[in-house]
């Protein structure tokens, strides 16, 4: 039988520092919850909106995996390995910090504002050299299909990670139905749906809800709304 964690959208934390609007799926900064702390190795997903020309400054990072996924806008990075780019929506970014990094990241346009999921992952192997990189992915490759956007492997698909983890996201019509097969025993998936609704092992789930699943070897999956968009977390529950 397989185990399963609910979070709904407005039981997140929730900061909002005017030009930062933060929501808080797990503990991060002044958001505290000792039932929230992780799934697995999974450890921050943080639903953010930057006003226009606003950023974070320049800071520090190590032994822990970045990955930055663009909902709207355009979110400028730069850091001490000399890497500076733009990740638009259908981009994925990933920091793998190791040793340590520095970075900063800032919304390019004074007039739109972006929005950007953070998500943090523990990385498997600790102090490994810093690395940077970032892919641009044909969204209508992910209609009715979970599109892999991340995987362990770099000859995949998507960004590679320093963790026995697979992400992927999928927007879907009305009625769509299939399955989701967890990728290495051991993992558990917490999906999180950016917009619509949908079925998942028959929970149903809403906007910016999240769902936590292990101890199982698939998942089903239905969408009960026009063009639902979910992105599956697929990661080791211990390690």
């Excluded at 909002?16 to 002044?30: C, P, R, V």
């Excluded at 810093?130 to 995949?156: A, E, M, T």
Aim: aromatic share 10%; net charge negative; proline share 4%.
């Amino acid at each position: 039988m397989a185990n399963t964690i609910f979070h709904k959208a407005e039981s997140r934390g929730h900061a909002n520092h005017g030009w930062l609007d933060s929501y808080h799926s797990f503990s991060f900064a002044n958001y505290y919850s000792p039932e929230r702390m992780n799934f697995g190795a999974l450890r921050v997903l943080n639903d953010d909106t930057v006003s226009g020309g606003r950023g974070f400054g320049s800071h520090p990072h190590d032994n822990m995996e970045i990955i930055s996924i663009p909902l709207e806008g355009d979110l400028e990075h730069e850091d001490n390995l000399g890497n500076v780019a733009v990740i638009k929506k259908g981009d994925v970014q990933i920091i793998s910090a190791g040793t340590g990094v520095f970075h900063s990241e800032k919304n390019k346009n004074p007039n739109q504002q972006v929005q950007f999921l953070q998500i943090w992952l523990y990385p498997n192997k600790l102090n490994g050299a810093p690395r940077y990189d970032q892919v641009s992915l044909d969204v209508k490759d992910r209609h009715n299909n979970f599109q892999q956007i991340l995987s362990p492997n770099p000859d995949d698909e998507g960004v590679w990670v320093q963790q026995d983890a697979w992400f992927s996201l999928g927007k879907f019509d009305e009625g769509f139905q299939t399955k989701y097969q967890i990728k290495k025993p051991g993992n558990g998936v917490y999906a999180f749906v950016l917009e619509g609704d949908v079925m998942i092992n028959g929970q149903a789930l809403h906007r910016r809800d999240g769902l936590g699943i292990w101890d199982t070897d698939q998942l089903s999956f239905k969408a009960d709304s026009a063009d639902a968009e979910v992105l599956l977390m697929d990661v080791p529950m211990e390690f």
